[in-house]
């Protein structure tokens, strides 16, 4: 009897002991030794979750730790990850595929996990354990949404009050008569605008929605691909891909470094019913100023004064903000709370000047507000001191998520590679 | 008999040679002027390494349809521009190449010309006639 004890006080706290080790916090997961090639601030450590995933594009973590991913790119014929770390060591061990749909967007709320193709929005629910019930009872949400190649990736995120907010983003760089043809110019109205450059919301629990049965909740966006909820401020930020080539479409008006270092990539505060100007302004953070796209009428000097809103922060040009993640936990310093994250997926359109981003970046927000300031948060994501040319790049970041523990999760949708960044002082 | 021969042979040697050397200096004078064109109008998207953007903007270096014999094709990207989204060397391209028809029937030669031989590329170079011909049956 005694002996029978004594084996299941072992046995029990044996067991016990396995569950500890399964949830084990970020202080006792080992980084990888080169912290997976990135150059962070004092005190913060990374390690390649998975690695060769395939197009990984935006990410979200479940309350159990397991990371779904977006691929744009199928794997098998499927386009979302489910990886799990089943032993606690911080790495992903299985990996399991569905959805046969390719596309970017991807959120949780409640006990219901949203994808996006880049047409549609699909629900599933979850169980108790954060896994989909079933992955062939997709409900479809969203449908019928602008998809002509150009900016056509789909990023979602939700309110709490049963919405869904998705950026359709315009198949243009300017709305000129000729896309991106030297002498075209703008069309005034902009007939894009109807049905893309802005971000459509729709209700959770209903099937098969589109324009007619959405809400046009802001216009004026060329092409958003990070957007976020900010719960404590309960509004919706989206950041802004500006315009490419005006050196190239407009070279009496815009030199190579003007266009290299103009216009700003914007992130904005987003209310009901806001416009944020695209395609009849571009944003200058040098002057400060909204200014008159050269397609419809500008020069480089003529401003727009109100009308249209104002970025709540303004970044240098081409970096392409792909993700954004307000971060609302407890692992990283006070000062990380509630501020923003912003993976920059790098640019392409300064040549003959070097790429410039490839990095994440923080915002430190006071009192609801960017302060203005930005830093680098992350980098060595391209594996070069300096990005030439785009394809030298080994990684880019793209997706943001926010891990149970507080952790901070990138992807990068080059080689697939998933990262994890800890707070370990 | 031999004498006359043999100086008929030196003097053939000497003119291929020296259409072969004049040949040589078009060419380079070509992919020079289509240079200029392509850091203008080109470079942009596909690239000071001919690279392209990966997913974005298709790559000229080592490309198929760049170092392959059907030059019309070429010669109609440029001026009807190029956005079918069809899969080039096995990987899709989400931008849109716009139309160049400003582009003078020299300048589409030159820029074709420069892209054909540069970075690996060593494809033989494009005429101002192939273009002329090829862009009159485009309208």
Same mark, same amino acid.
């Not at chain 1, 047409?119 to 002509?148: R, S």
């Not at chain 1, 000729?178 to 109205?189: A, F, L, V, W």
């Not at chain 1, 209700?203 to 216009?219: E, F, H, I, P, W």
């Not at chain 2, 001919?50 to 070429?74: C, E, M, Q, R, Y």
């Given at each position: 009897?005694?002996?029978?004890?004594?084996?299941?006080v072992?046995?029990?706290?044996?067991?016990?002991?396995?569950?500890?080790?399964?949830?084990?916090?970020?202080?006792?997961i080992?980084?990888?030794?080169?912290?997976?090639?990135?150059?962070?601030?004092?005190g913060?450590?990374?390690?390649?979750?998975?690695?060769n995933?395939?197009?990984?594009?935006?990410?979200?973590?479940?309350?159990?730790?397991?990371?779904?991913?977006?691929?744009?790119?199928?794997?098998?014929?499927?386009?979302?990850?489910?990886?799990?770390d089943?032993?606690?060591?911080?790495?992903?061990?299985?990996?399991?595929?569905?959805?046969?749909y390719?596309?970017?967007?991807?959120?949780?709320?409640?006990?219901?996990?949203?994808?996006?193709?880049?047409?549609?929005?699909?629900?599933?629910?979850l169980?108790?354990?954060?896994?989909?019930?079933?992955?062939?009872?997709?409900?479809?949400?969203?449908?019928?949404l602008?998809?002509?190649?150009?900016?056509n990736?789909?990023?979602?995120?939700?309110?709490?009050a049963?919405n869904?907010?998705?950026?359709?983003?315009?198949?243009?760089?300017?709305?000129?008569?000729?896309?991106?043809?030297?002498?075209?110019?703008?069309?005034?109205?902009?007939?894009?605008?109807?049905?893309?450059?802005?971000?459509?919301?729709?209700?959770?629990?209903?099937?098969?929605?589109?324009?007619?049965?959405?809400?046009?909740y802001?216009?004026?966006?060329?092409?958003?691909?990070?957007?976020?909820?900010?719960?404590?401020?309960?509004?919706?930020?989206?950041?802004?891909?500006?315009?490419?080539?005006?050196?190239?479409?407009?070279?009496?008006?815009?030199?190579?470094?003007?266009?290299?270092?103009?216009?700003?990539?914007?992130?904005?505060?987003?209310?009901?019913?806001?416009?944020?100007?695209?395609?009849?302004i571009?944003?200058?953070?040098?002057k400060?100023?909204?200014?008159?796209?050269?397609?419809?009428?500008?020069?480089?000097?003529k401003?727009?004064?109100?009308?249209?809103?104002?970025?709540?922060?303004?970044?240098?040009?081409?970096m392409?903000?792909?993700?954004?993640?307000?971060?609302t936990?407890?692992?990283?310093?006070?000062?990380?709370?509630n501020?923003a994250?912003i993976?920059?997926?790098?640019?392409?359109n300064?040549?003959?000047?070097?790429q410039?981003?490839?990095?994440?970046?923080?915002?430190?927000?006071?009192?609801?507000?960017?302060?203005g300031k930005?830093?680098?948060?992350?980098?060595g994501?391209?594996?070069?001191?300096?990005?030439?040319n785009?394809?030298?790049?080994?990684?880019?970041?793209?997706?943001?998520?926010?891990?149970?523990?507080?952790?901070?999760y990138?992807?990068?949708?080059?080689?697939?590679?998933?990262?994890?960044?800890?707070?370990?002082? | 008999?031999?004498?006359?021969?043999?100086?008929? @042979?030196?003097?053939?040697?000497?003119?291929a040679? /020296? +259409?072969?050397?004049? $040949?040589?200096?078009? #060419?380079?004078?070509? =992919?020079?002027?289509?240079?200029?064109?392509?850091?203008?109008?080109?470079?942009?998207?596909?690239?000071?390494?001919?690279?392209? @953007?990966?997913?974005?903007?298709?790559?000229?270096? /080592? +490309?198929?349809a760049? $170092?392959?014999?059907? #030059?019309?094709?070429? =010669?109609?990207?440029i001026?009807?521009?190029?956005?079918?989204?069809?899969?080039?060397?096995?990987?899709?391209?989400?931008?849109?190449?716009?139309?160049?028809?400003?582009?003078?029937?020299?300048?589409?030669a030159?820029?074709?010309?420069?892209?054909?031989?540069?970075?690996?590329?060593?494809?033989?170079?494009?005429?101002?006639?192939?273009?002329?011909?090829?862009?009159?049956?485009?309208?």
């Amino acid at each position: 009897m005694k002996k029978v004890t004594q084996f299941l006080v072992f046995s029990s706290l044996f067991i016990s002991m396995l569950l500890a080790h399964v949830s084990v916090s970020a202080q006792n997961i080992k980084p990888d030794e080169d912290n997976a090639g990135l150059t962070l601030p004092k005190g913060f450590a990374a390690l390649k979750v998975a690695d060769n995933l395939g197009r990984t594009r935006h990410i979200v973590v479940n309350k159990q730790g397991a990371i779904y991913a977006k691929l744009e790119r199928l794997d098998n014929g499927k386009g979302v990850l489910v990886l799990k770390d089943t032993d606690g060591d911080g790495r992903a061990e299985t990996k399991t595929s569905f959805g046969n749909y390719t596309g970017t967007g991807i959120a949780i709320k409640g006990n219901y996990l949203y994808a996006a193709s880049n047409k549609e929005v699909f629900k599933y629910a979850l169980n108790d354990n954060g896994d989909i019930v079933d992955e062939n009872a997709a409900a479809t949400i969203v449908t019928g949404l602008v998809d002509k190649g150009q900016h056509n990736s789909k990023s979602i995120t939700l309110d709490n009050a049963g919405n869904i907010y998705v950026n359709v983003g315009a198949p243009s760089n300017s709305c000129q008569e000729k896309d991106r043809t030297k002498g075209s110019m703008g069309m005034m109205p902009c007939p894009i605008l109807d049905s893309a450059g802005g971000i459509w919301q729709f209700k959770v629990d209903q099937l098969n929605q589109s324009y007619a049965s959405g809400v046009r909740y802001a216009t004026g966006l060329r092409n958003v691909v990070g957007l976020d909820w900010n719960n404590q401020l309960n509004q919706l930020f989206v950041t802004q891909h500006g315009r490419d080539m005006l050196n190239n479409l407009f070279p009496d008006l815009y030199d190579t470094t003007i266009s290299a270092e103009l216009p700003s990539e914007t992130m904005y505060a987003i209310k009901k019913g806001d416009n944020a100007g695209w395609p009849f302004i571009y944003y200058d953070h040098v002057k400060g100023k909204k200014m008159m796209a050269p397609e419809y009428g500008g020069d480089g000097v003529k401003t727009v004064d109100d009308k249209y809103i104002n970025p709540a922060m303004a970044f240098p040009a081409h970096m392409a903000p792909n993700g954004l993640l307000f971060y609302t936990g407890n692992q990283f310093p006070a000062r990380y709370k509630n501020g923003a994250f912003i993976a920059f997926h790098g640019s392409w359109n300064r040549s003959p000047l070097p790429q410039e981003g490839y990095y994440v970046v923080f915002v430190p927000y006071e009192n609801g507000k960017p302060t203005g300031k930005w830093e680098v948060f992350a980098n060595g994501f391209s594996g070069k001191s300096v990005v030439k040319n785009p394809r030298d790049a080994q990684h880019r970041p793209c997706g943001l998520a926010e891990g149970p523990d507080g952790s901070l999760y990138i992807s990068d949708d080059v080689k697939g590679t998933i990262y994890r960044i800890m707070y370990q002082k | 008999m031999q004498r006359i021969y043999l100086t008929f @042979v030196v003097l053939f040697l000497f003119i291929a040679g /020296a +259409s072969a050397q004049t $040949n040589n200096k078009l #060419v380079a004078a070509s =992919i020079a002027r289509g240079k200029t064109v392509y850091l203008q109008r080109c470079m942009v998207c596909h690239q000071a390494d001919g690279g392209g @953007v990966p997913k974005l903007n298709a790559p000229l270096d /080592a +490309s198929t349809a760049v $170092n392959g014999s059907d #030059v019309s094709k070429l =010669i109609k990207y440029i001026v009807k521009g190029f956005a079918d989204r069809v899969e080039i060397d096995g990987e899709l391209y989400s931008n849109a190449m716009p139309a160049a028809a400003d582009l003078t029937d020299q300048q589409i030669a030159d820029v074709l010309t420069f892209i054909r031989s540069n970075w690996s590329n060593k494809a033989g170079p494009v005429s101002t006639l192939q273009v002329k011909q090829t862009r009159s049956k485009l309208k």
